[in-house]
Nanobody
Framework: QVQLVESGGGLVQAGGSLRLSCVAPGSGFSIIAMGWYRQSPGKQRDLVADIPRGASIYYADSVKGRFTISRDNAKNTFYLQMNSLKPEDTAVYYC???????????????WGQGTQVTVSS
């Protein structure tokens, strides 16, 4: 069973930077789509950035020019570099991935456990 493990959240002052990581431990599968979402208390979980299968990278308007999603296929890891952070970026950030497992089965909708990002003003 493929799992995702997140790291990199924390407390940072406005204008600062953080890099979130999402790793899928193990082998025998390939990550074919990945994304980052965030959820603030009382709000829905929103897409921040993703690399869909066979499509272009997407960024929410609120993070364009500040956040960058990237991947390291050799490490089964993808990242969210967050620069020029604002207090309104405060949320729990979740990674999500779709993978191909042996037998060419696609397993979608795999989520990480979430990591808290808090930006102080």
């Amino acid at each position: 069973q493929v799992q995702l493990v997140e790291s990199g959240g924390g407390l940072v002052q406005a204008g600062g930077s953080l890099r979130l990581s999402c790793v899928a431990p193990g082998s025998g599968f390939s990550i074919i789509a990945m994304g980052w979402y965030r959820q603030s208390p009382g709000k829905q979980r929103d897409l921040v950035a993703d690399i869909p299968r066979g499509a272009s990278i997407y960024y929410a308007d609120s993070v364009k020019g500040r956040f960058t999603i990237s991947r390291d296929n050799a490490k089964n890891t993808f990242y969210l570099q967050m620069n020029s952070l604002k207090p309104e970026d405060t949320a729990v950030y979740y990674c999500r991935a779709g993978v191909v497992v042996p037998g060419d089965e696609v397993v979608d909708d795999i989520w990480g456990q979430g990591t808290q990002v808090t930006v102080s003003s």
